[in-house]
Antibody, heavy 121, light 110 residues
Framework: EVQLVESGGGLVQPGGSLRLSCATSGLNFSSYEMNWVRQAPGKGLEWVSYITSDGATIYYADSVKGRFTVSRDNAKNSLYLQMNSLRVEDTALYFC??????????????WGQGTLVTVSS | QSVLTQPPSASGTPGQRVHISCSGSNSNIGRTTVNWYQQLPGTAPKLLIYSQDQRPSGVPDRFSGSKSGTSASLAISGLLSEDEAFYYCASWDDSLNGWVFGGGTKLTVL
Protein backbone atom coordinates (compact mmCIF):
# COMPACT_ATOMS: atom_id res chain seq x y z
CA GLU A 1 0.00 0.00 0.00
CA VAL A 2 1.30 3.43 -0.96
CA GLN A 3 1.49 5.96 1.87
CA LEU A 4 2.56 9.59 1.89
CA VAL A 5 2.73 11.12 5.36
CA GLU A 6 3.39 14.81 5.85
CA SER A 7 4.72 16.31 9.07
CA GLY A 8 6.30 19.48 10.39
CA GLY A 9 3.34 21.83 10.29
CA GLY A 10 2.41 24.08 13.18
CA LEU A 11 1.87 27.62 14.36
CA VAL A 12 4.56 30.15 13.42
CA GLN A 13 4.79 33.92 13.54
CA PRO A 14 4.99 36.01 10.37
CA GLY A 15 8.58 36.07 9.16
CA GLY A 16 9.31 32.72 10.74
CA SER A 17 10.38 29.41 9.23
CA LEU A 18 9.17 25.82 9.10
CA ARG A 19 10.42 22.65 7.45
CA LEU A 20 7.83 20.22 6.18
CA SER A 21 8.57 16.57 5.51
CA CYS A 22 6.79 13.96 3.45
CA ALA A 23 7.71 10.37 4.24
CA THR A 24 6.72 7.83 1.61
CA SER A 25 6.37 4.09 1.55
CA GLY A 26 5.10 1.52 -0.91
CA LEU A 27 6.26 3.36 -4.02
CA ASN A 28 9.56 3.51 -5.89
CA PHE A 29 10.22 7.01 -4.58
CA SER A 30 13.42 7.60 -6.50
CA SER A 31 11.53 7.18 -9.78
CA TYR A 32 8.81 9.72 -9.03
CA GLU A 33 8.58 13.43 -9.61
CA MET A 34 7.05 15.01 -6.51
CA ASN A 35 4.99 18.08 -5.75
CA TRP A 36 3.74 20.20 -2.89
CA VAL A 37 0.17 21.51 -3.13
CA ARG A 38 -1.54 23.66 -0.53
CA GLN A 39 -5.10 24.54 0.40
CA ALA A 40 -5.93 27.62 2.43
CA PRO A 41 -8.86 27.24 4.83
CA GLY A 42 -12.10 27.11 2.84
CA LYS A 43 -10.25 27.67 -0.44
CA GLY A 44 -9.22 25.64 -3.46
CA LEU A 45 -6.02 23.82 -4.35
CA GLU A 46 -2.86 25.77 -5.15
CA TRP A 47 0.26 24.14 -6.57
CA VAL A 48 3.42 25.17 -4.68
CA SER A 49 6.45 23.31 -5.98
CA TYR A 50 7.73 20.49 -8.22
CA ILE A 51 10.93 18.48 -8.14
CA THR A 52 12.13 15.85 -10.57
CA SER A 53 13.05 12.34 -9.44
CA ASP A 54 16.75 13.19 -9.37
CA GLY A 55 16.27 16.66 -7.92
CA ALA A 56 17.87 18.27 -10.94
CA THR A 57 14.87 20.34 -12.00
CA ILE A 58 12.74 22.38 -9.61
CA TYR A 59 9.87 24.79 -10.16
CA TYR A 60 7.98 27.05 -7.77
CA ALA A 61 4.77 29.02 -7.85
CA ASP A 62 5.41 32.76 -8.06
CA SER A 63 3.74 33.19 -4.67
CA VAL A 64 6.53 31.27 -2.88
CA LYS A 65 9.54 31.78 -5.17
CA GLY A 66 12.57 33.00 -3.25
CA ARG A 67 11.09 31.99 0.12
CA PHE A 68 10.46 28.23 -0.17
CA THR A 69 12.97 25.51 -1.07
CA VAL A 70 12.01 22.00 -2.07
CA SER A 71 14.41 19.08 -1.73
CA ARG A 72 14.39 15.31 -1.50
CA ASP A 73 16.41 12.44 -0.08
CA ASN A 74 15.89 9.37 -2.23
CA ALA A 75 17.79 7.21 0.24
CA LYS A 76 15.21 8.11 2.88
CA ASN A 77 12.22 8.07 0.50
CA SER A 78 11.40 11.57 1.69
CA LEU A 79 10.45 14.98 0.31
CA TYR A 80 10.98 18.28 2.10
CA LEU A 81 9.81 21.89 1.93
CA GLN A 82 11.83 24.55 3.71
CA MET A 83 9.58 27.56 4.23
CA ASN A 84 11.19 30.88 5.16
CA SER A 85 9.85 34.43 5.54
CA LEU A 86 6.40 33.02 6.15
CA ARG A 87 3.39 35.26 5.60
CA VAL A 88 -0.15 35.12 6.93
CA GLU A 89 -1.30 34.15 3.43
CA ASP A 90 0.85 30.99 3.57
CA THR A 91 -1.59 29.57 6.12
CA ALA A 92 -2.85 26.35 4.57
CA LEU A 93 -2.98 22.59 4.64
CA TYR A 94 0.11 21.40 2.75
CA PHE A 95 -0.12 18.17 0.76
CA CYS A 96 2.66 16.24 -0.90
CA UNK A 97 1.68 14.43 -4.09
CA UNK A 98 3.53 11.98 -6.29
CA UNK A 99 3.47 12.56 -10.02
CA UNK A 100 3.49 9.87 -12.62
CA UNK A 101 2.91 9.64 -16.33
CA UNK A 102 0.91 7.67 -18.84
CA UNK A 103 2.00 8.06 -22.44
CA UNK A 104 3.78 11.30 -21.49
CA UNK A 105 0.65 12.69 -19.86
CA UNK A 106 1.35 13.59 -16.25
CA UNK A 107 -0.86 13.53 -13.20
CA UNK A 108 -0.82 13.29 -9.38
CA UNK A 109 -1.54 9.68 -8.51
CA UNK A 110 -1.01 9.64 -4.73
CA TRP A 111 -1.61 12.31 -2.10
CA GLY A 112 -0.81 12.56 1.58
CA GLN A 113 -3.34 13.69 4.16
CA GLY A 114 -1.66 17.05 4.64
CA THR A 115 0.01 19.00 7.43
CA LEU A 116 -1.44 22.29 8.65
CA VAL A 117 0.68 25.43 8.66
CA THR A 118 -0.72 28.43 10.50
CA VAL A 119 1.07 31.77 10.24
CA SER A 120 -0.20 34.19 12.85
CA SER A 121 1.04 36.59 15.47
CA GLN B 1 -8.32 34.23 -9.49
CA SER B 2 -7.50 30.75 -10.79
CA VAL B 3 -5.79 30.20 -14.13
CA LEU B 4 -8.37 27.54 -14.99
CA THR B 5 -12.01 28.57 -14.70
CA GLN B 6 -14.65 26.32 -13.21
CA PRO B 7 -18.19 27.11 -12.07
CA PRO B 8 -18.22 27.42 -8.27
CA SER B 9 -21.19 25.13 -7.89
CA ALA B 10 -23.22 22.45 -9.61
CA SER B 11 -26.15 20.35 -8.50
CA GLY B 12 -28.39 17.49 -9.52
CA THR B 13 -30.81 14.95 -8.17
CA PRO B 14 -29.99 11.27 -7.66
CA GLY B 15 -29.76 9.47 -10.98
CA GLN B 16 -29.24 12.63 -13.02
CA ARG B 17 -26.26 13.48 -15.21
CA VAL B 18 -24.24 16.60 -14.46
CA HIS B 19 -21.40 18.34 -16.26
CA ILE B 20 -18.61 20.46 -14.81
CA SER B 21 -16.66 22.65 -17.18
CA CYS B 22 -13.04 23.80 -17.01
CA SER B 23 -11.77 26.60 -19.22
CA GLY B 24 -8.11 27.35 -19.82
CA SER B 25 -5.82 28.67 -22.52
CA ASN B 26 -3.29 27.64 -25.14
CA SER B 27 -0.53 27.55 -22.56
CA ASN B 28 -2.24 24.86 -20.50
CA ILE B 29 -5.30 22.84 -21.57
CA GLY B 30 -4.81 23.74 -25.22
CA ARG B 31 -1.30 22.34 -25.14
CA THR B 32 -1.36 19.40 -22.73
CA THR B 33 -3.34 17.00 -20.63
CA VAL B 34 -6.18 17.72 -18.20
CA ASN B 35 -6.72 15.82 -14.98
CA TRP B 36 -9.62 15.87 -12.55
CA TYR B 37 -9.49 15.39 -8.78
CA GLN B 38 -12.29 14.71 -6.33
CA GLN B 39 -12.08 16.00 -2.78
CA LEU B 40 -14.61 14.64 -0.34
CA PRO B 41 -15.26 16.71 2.81
CA GLY B 42 -12.32 16.59 5.21
CA THR B 43 -10.16 14.39 3.01
CA ALA B 44 -7.22 14.70 0.64
CA PRO B 45 -7.85 15.07 -3.09
CA LYS B 46 -8.09 11.86 -5.08
CA LEU B 47 -7.31 11.31 -8.75
CA LEU B 48 -10.57 10.90 -10.67
CA ILE B 49 -9.68 11.33 -14.35
CA TYR B 50 -6.27 11.63 -16.02
CA SER B 51 -5.20 12.38 -19.57
CA GLN B 52 -8.59 13.96 -20.34
CA ASP B 53 -10.63 10.76 -20.30
CA GLN B 54 -8.79 7.95 -18.49
CA ARG B 55 -10.16 6.49 -15.27
CA PRO B 56 -7.81 5.06 -12.65
CA SER B 57 -8.56 1.61 -11.37
CA GLY B 58 -11.47 1.75 -8.93
CA VAL B 59 -13.16 4.85 -10.34
CA PRO B 60 -16.67 3.96 -11.56
CA ASP B 61 -17.47 4.42 -15.24
CA ARG B 62 -20.18 6.89 -14.18
CA PHE B 63 -17.33 9.41 -14.29
CA SER B 64 -16.06 10.50 -17.69
CA GLY B 65 -13.93 13.31 -19.04
CA SER B 66 -13.41 15.08 -22.33
CA LYS B 67 -11.40 17.92 -23.81
CA SER B 68 -11.87 20.21 -26.77
CA GLY B 69 -9.43 22.98 -27.60
CA THR B 70 -8.77 24.99 -24.45
CA SER B 71 -11.69 23.56 -22.45
CA ALA B 72 -12.43 20.33 -20.66
CA SER B 73 -15.47 18.79 -19.09
CA LEU B 74 -16.22 16.25 -16.38
CA ALA B 75 -19.47 14.32 -16.61
CA ILE B 76 -21.05 12.34 -13.81
CA SER B 77 -23.98 10.13 -14.67
CA GLY B 78 -26.31 8.23 -12.36
CA LEU B 79 -25.63 10.76 -9.63
CA LEU B 80 -25.29 9.34 -6.10
CA SER B 81 -25.34 11.14 -2.76
CA GLU B 82 -21.76 9.98 -2.21
CA ASP B 83 -20.69 12.08 -5.20
CA GLU B 84 -21.17 15.24 -3.12
CA ALA B 85 -17.68 16.71 -3.13
CA PHE B 86 -15.44 19.37 -4.60
CA TYR B 87 -14.09 18.70 -8.08
CA TYR B 88 -10.90 20.30 -9.42
CA CYS B 89 -9.44 20.33 -12.91
CA ALA B 90 -5.68 20.67 -13.32
CA SER B 91 -3.19 21.08 -16.14
CA TRP B 92 0.48 21.93 -16.61
CA ASP B 93 1.05 25.50 -17.78
CA ASP B 94 4.02 25.98 -20.10
CA SER B 95 4.09 29.76 -19.60
CA LEU B 96 4.12 29.54 -15.81
CA ASN B 97 6.24 26.37 -15.65
CA GLY B 98 3.90 24.93 -13.08
CA TRP B 99 0.68 23.11 -12.44
CA VAL B 100 -2.50 25.15 -12.42
CA PHE B 101 -5.80 24.21 -10.86
CA GLY B 102 -9.34 25.37 -11.39
CA GLY B 103 -10.99 27.10 -8.47
CA GLY B 104 -13.03 24.01 -7.72
CA THR B 105 -16.70 23.13 -8.18
CA LYS B 106 -18.84 22.10 -5.24
CA LEU B 107 -21.26 19.42 -6.36
CA THR B 108 -24.47 19.13 -4.36
CA VAL B 109 -26.79 16.14 -4.72
CA LEU B 110 -30.28 17.43 -3.97
Amino acid sequence: EVQLVESGGGLVQPGGSLRLSCATSGLNFSSYEMNWVRQAPGKGLEWVSYITSDGATIYYADSVKGRFTVSRDNAKNSLYLQMNSLRVEDTALYFCASETDWNDDYYFDYWGQGTLVTVSS
Amino acid sequence: QSVLTQPPSASGTPGQRVHISCSGSNSNIGRTTVNWYQQLPGTAPKLLIYSQDQRPSGVPDRFSGSKSGTSASLAISGLLSEDEAFYYCASWDDSLNGWVFGGGTKLTVL
